[in-house]
């Protein structure tokens, strides 16, 4: 084995990586947690939270950086260093998504309009989604990140019908627009959820095959 | 191999393979390198790549114990065949070394003994040096200083100066066997600039050791192990995701 120092600073990326990759499925999992319960601490929890994410997109970059102008990466090492900082992207993004959710929380007066079933399903998939893309990320699973990333059209399927079931509350009950228009941005944030979740798998298809694919 | 290339194939190699004595040196090659392009020759010190050049112009004719089997073809002619005249191959494929070689006399006179040698007269050869000096990026900085011995350049106007000397003579193919190895980065930039300049009206083989220099000139990449040519294709598949796993694992530095 030559180039130690490089070696270990492609594996430290990679680690970096998949510990970014659990600390967002926990804000996901969290955000949807404090909604649902209207746990305000839960949620102000994931909004102080999202610094320490923020933080590891930034360290990825610079690793990234570094690693392109000081190793000048090729082949599969240049893949995985290009999938790792567009991963980190993509991840960084959920997060803020699983913040919108926490900020959504916090502006729901009273209780629910309704018990939340559709919209905890949908974030238990979306979770998973990302769950999976990571699990296919760290062992370079290409047909894991290819059946992952098709899970999607379930999640699009019940924002729609989500959506409407919303609209037509708020048709039937004026009282409830706010709370309900909060629901609306919530599912459209999961739903935004699972489009990264998919650029996530294309990521580790590239990096795993150095094939381009389309999975969204 | 790659196929269809835009502007045709120059050099055609088939199952091409020679001994040094005993030692069976480059293994079963074949390849079509294309026309008005440049393909880099890469591999860790001793896999062939050197020698499989140094068969385009039949440098290793002047080894002893050399044997060769195979077909080389340059644009359609066999160059093994027994009627080929050695000295009009190598006007035809140049070839331009690691260390810049000047020899001992003036710039021009550099430039001027290939076309003197076939033939250009007295009254053409100084449009002839001119226009090669011109070609090998080195007029502006000698033009002024055509008699100063060429030993008094620095290495890369040296360099510059082979290459012009090799473009005198009008040749098809250059081959360029490491030239930049003893250069500075700035030198080694203009010979850079100046091979994917000279892509447009010659074929380019160049054998490298820096891997960045063959991923940023060439289009088309041939790795070289252990006498064998491994893979051959376009030089972003060979640097973006080679299909042979020793390519990559030289290109990222596992081994060599």
Same mark, same amino acid.
């Given at each position: 084995?030559?180039?130690?120092?490089?070696?270990?600073?492609?594996?430290?990326?990679?680690?970096?990586?998949?510990?970014?990759?659990?600390?967002?499925?926990?804000?996901?999992?969290?955000?949807?947690?404090?909604?649902?319960?209207?746990?305000?601490?839960?949620?102000?929890?994931?909004?102080?939270?999202?610094?320490?994410?923020?933080?590891?997109?930034?360290?990825?970059?610079?690793?990234?950086?570094?690693?392109?102008?000081?190793?000048?990466?090729?082949?599969? +090492?240049?893949?995985?260093?290009?999938?790792?900082?567009?991963?980190?992207?993509?991840?960084?993004?959920?997060?803020?998504?699983?913040?919108?959710?926490?900020?959504?929380?916090?502006?729901?007066?009273?209780?629910?309009?309704?018990?939340?079933?559709?919209?905890?399903?949908?974030?238990?998939?979306?979770?998973?989604?990302?769950?999976?893309?990571?699990?296919?990320?760290?062992?370079?699973?290409?047909?894991?990140?290819?059946?992952?990333?098709?899970?999607? +059209?379930?999640?699009?399927?019940?924002?729609?019908?989500?959506?409407?079931?919303?609209?037509?509350?708020?048709?039937?009950?004026?009282?409830?627009?706010?709370?309900?228009?909060?629901?609306?941005?919530?599912?459209?944030?999961?739903?935004?959820?699972?489009?990264?979740?998919?650029?996530?798998?294309?990521?580790?298809?590239?990096?795993?095959?150095?094939?381009?694919?389309?999975?969204? | 191999?790659?196929?269809?290339?835009?502007?045709?194939?120059?050099?055609?190699?088939?199952?091409?393979?020679?001994?040094?004595?005993?030692?069976?040196?480059?293994?079963?090659?074949?390849? /079509?390198?294309?026309?008005?392009?440049?393909?880099?020759?890469?591999?860790?010190?001793?896999?062939?790549?050197?020698?499989? @050049?140094?068969?385009?112009?039949?440098?290793?004719?002047?080894?002893?114990?050399?044997?060769?089997?195979?077909?080389?073809?340059? /644009?359609?002619?066999?160059?093994?065949?027994? /009627?080929?005249?050695?000295?009009?191959?190598?006007?035809?494929?140049?070839?331009?070394?690691?260390?810049?070689?000047?020899?001992?006399?003036?710039?021009?006179?550099?430039?001027?003994? #290939?076309?003197?040698?076939?033939?250009?007269?007295?009254?053409?050869?100084?449009?002839?040096?001119?226009?090669?000096?011109?070609?090998?990026?080195?007029? /502006?900085?000698?033009?002024?200083?055509?008699?100063?011995?060429?030993?008094? @350049?620095?290495?890369?106007?040296?360099?510059?100066?082979?290459?012009?000397?090799?473009?005198?003579?009008?040749? !098809?193919?250059?081959?360029?066997? !490491?030239?930049?190895?003893?250069?500075?980065?700035?030198?080694?930039?203009?010979?850079?600039? @100046?091979?994917?300049?000279?892509?447009?009206?010659?074929?380019?083989?160049?054998?490298?050791?820096?891997?960045?220099?063959?991923?940023?000139?060439?289009?088309?990449?041939?790795?070289?192990?252990?006498?064998?040519?491994?893979?051959?294709?376009?030089?972003?598949?060979?640097?973006?995701?080679?299909?042979?796993?020793?390519?990559?694992?030289?290109?990222? #530095?596992?081994?060599?």
């Amino acid at each position: 084995m030559t180039r130690t120092k490089y070696q270990e600073t492609l594996g430290i990326l990679r680690r970096n990586v998949t510990q970014m990759g659990k600390l967002s499925q926990d804000a996901i999992h969290n955000s949807i947690a404090a909604l649902k319960e209207l746990n305000i601490d839960l949620a102000e929890n994931v909004i102080e939270g999202d610094q320490i994410i923020d933080d590891y997109e930034l360290s990825i970059e610079k690793c990234v950086a570094q690693l392109i102008s000081l190793q000048s990466p090729t082949a599969g +090492d240049m893949r995985l260093v290009t999938s790792c900082l567009k991963i980190a992207i993509d991840l960084e993004r959920m997060s803020d998504l699983a913040v919108d959710i926490a900020q959504s929380t916090k502006k729901i007066e009273g209780n629910h309009i309704k018990p939340l079933i559709d919209i905890p399903k949908m974030a238990e998939m979306a979770e998973s989604m990302l769950e999976q893309a990571m699990i296919a990320f760290e062992n370079n699973d290409v047909s894991l990140a290819e059946s992952v990333a098709k899970l999607d +059209d379930e999640i699009d399927r019940t924002f729609y019908a989500v959506w409407k079931e919303l609209m037509k509350m708020m048709i039937q009950d004026e009282t409830i627009i706010n709370n309900a228009s909060h629901l609306l941005f919530v599912i459209r944030y999961l739903e935004r959820i699972g489009d990264h979740a998919c650029n996530i798998c294309e990521s580790v298809v590239y990096n795993a095959s150095g094939k381009r694919e389309n999975l969204n | 191999m790659p196929e269809n290339y835009d502007n045709g194939t120059e050099v055609e190699v088939r199952d091409l393979n020679l001994w040094y004595g005993e030692n069976h040196a480059l293994h079963d090659i074949s390849i /079509d390198i294309p026309k008005n392009s440049v393909t880099a020759l890469i591999g860790p010190s001793g896999c062939g790549k050197s020698t499989f @050049l140094r068969c385009l112009n039949r440098m290793n004719d002047l080894v002893k114990n050399c044997r060769i089997e195979g077909k080389v073809h340059i /644009d359609k002619q066999n160059i093994y065949s027994k /009627d080929v005249d050695v000295v009009d191959l190598r006007k035809r494929v140049g070839m331009v070394f690691q260390k810049p070689n000047p020899f001992p006399m003036s710039i021009h006179d550099n430039i001027a003994y #290939g076309p003197r040698i076939h033939g250009t007269g007295k009254k053409n050869i100084r449009g002839v040096v001119e226009e090669a000096l011109r070609s090998g990026a080195l007029w /502006d900085e000698v033009s002024e200083r055509l008699d100063k011995s060429a030993l008094d @350049l620095s290495g890369g106007q040296q360099q510059r100066l082979c290459i012009a000397r090799t473009l005198a003579v009008r040749p !098809e193919v250059i081959l360029f066997d !490491e030239p930049c190895s003893a250069l500075d980065p700035i030198s080694t930039s203009k010979i850079e600039e @100046l091979i994917l300049e000279l892509k447009k009206k010659y074929t380019i083989v160049i054998v490298t050791h820096n891997m960045q220099q063959a991923a940023r000139i060439s289009d088309y990449t041939g790795f070289f192990l252990t006498g064998e040519l491994v893979e051959f294709d376009k030089t972003e598949q060979i640097f973006e995701s080679p299909r042979e796993k020793a390519t990559e694992d030289y290109i990222t #530095g596992r081994f060599g």
